[in-house]
């Protein structure tokens, strides 16, 4: 049976960069996705906001988007981020990522300005003459733009759009758009809610901290797929010091901060990040290193 790209635990890669000159680091990369696909993660999304893509030059981005084709095995899908300012370039690193052999996108609604619902259906129509199958990003938090059910069912109805990162934070929702458009699928898009948009029908999660524990974030899907709750919910429970920091403004420096303590290649951020504050690198490292000590990777 063959498998939907955009289905399953994915991580939203972070970006190496090396240290001395914040250049893009594309071997140690590429071993990251190997690694992760070792590890129980079934694709990766590379050029995400974990992926810092706002601050990658065009031959960066389009590098990534390779090193991630080239460094994944056998099935394991990559599914870039295609986000911009606008249609028109967008539709450019989706026509790019359709060349690398990428099998989905992800996009998010217009970044520049408060998109009316006439403009993001534009922007989505512009982007989908690529011919990939595009995974909507709706982060209203960010954007400013919410993709609400309504609209997400609009979108999908016209045949823009096969899936919806949900990373609103209202469960709620979930049960609104599978009503709306049941033939769209859900997939979990912030860490700290998982369990919550999993249970209410989420086929998919495309997180952070799978970059730092895949294992574990693997074996929690896959609990909760199985209707496992016994299971899942401790493991959740004890993840969660880790995976609310998906969700807060940190969030890329936080996820690099415990990969570095798993011993994976997080490292620096680019500007306009600012290293943590000393209680906050504390706190996160205290909380990584507890996690690993009790056997979770």
């Known amino acids: 049976m063959e498998q939907i790209p955009w289905r399953g635990v994915l991580a939203a890669t972070a970006l190496p960069f090396d240290s001395r000159d914040l250049s893009v680091d594309l071997g140690a990369y590429a071993a ?22 706002q601050v990658l030059s065009a031959g960066e981005r389009e590098a990534v988007v390779r090193t991630a084709v080239q460094a994944a095995p056998a099935g394991f899908s990559v599914v870039p981020g295609v986000s911009a300012y606008g249609a028109d370039e967008a539709r450019r690193w989706a026509d790019q990522a359709a060349e690398a052999g990428c099998q989905a996108v992800m996009l998010l609604p217009p970044t520049a300005y408060r998109a009316d619902d006439a403009a993001v259906l534009a922007h989505y129509r512009e982007v989908a003459k690529a011919g990939l199958p595009i995974v909507a990003y709706n982060n209203p938090l960010d954007t400013r733009v919410d993709l609400t059910p309504a609209l997400l069912r609009r ?32 997939l979990a898009g912030a860490d700290d809610v998982a369990l919550e948009l999993l249970m209410a029908g989420a086929v998919g999660w495309i997180g952070g ?19 496992d709750l016994a299971t899942a919910v401790p493991l959740y429970r004890t993840l969660h010091p880790l995976l609310r920091w998906d969700s807060r403004s940190e969030f890329v420096q936080a996820i690099k901060l415990s990969m570095d303590v798993a011993g994976r290649p997080g490292g620096p951020t680019r500007q306009p990040r600012q290293p943590l504050p000393p209680a906050v690198v504390t706190e996160i490292r205290e909380t990584t290193e507890r996690l690993l000590a009790a056997g979770h990777r």
């Open 32 to 53: 990251h996705v190997g690694w992760l696909a070792e590890n129980g993660c079934r694709g990766v999304v590379p050029n995400g906001s974990l992926g810092e893509y």
């Open 155 to 186: 979108l999908f109805d016209e045949g823009l759009v096969v899936a919806v990162k949900e990373f609103s934070g209202d469960v709620r929702r979930a049960y609104e758009i599978a009503e709306l458009a049941p033939g769209l699928d859900l």
């Open 209 to 227: 901290y799978q970059n730092a524990i895949p294992d574990s974030c693997a074996r929690l899907y896959q609990a909760v797929v199985a209707g």
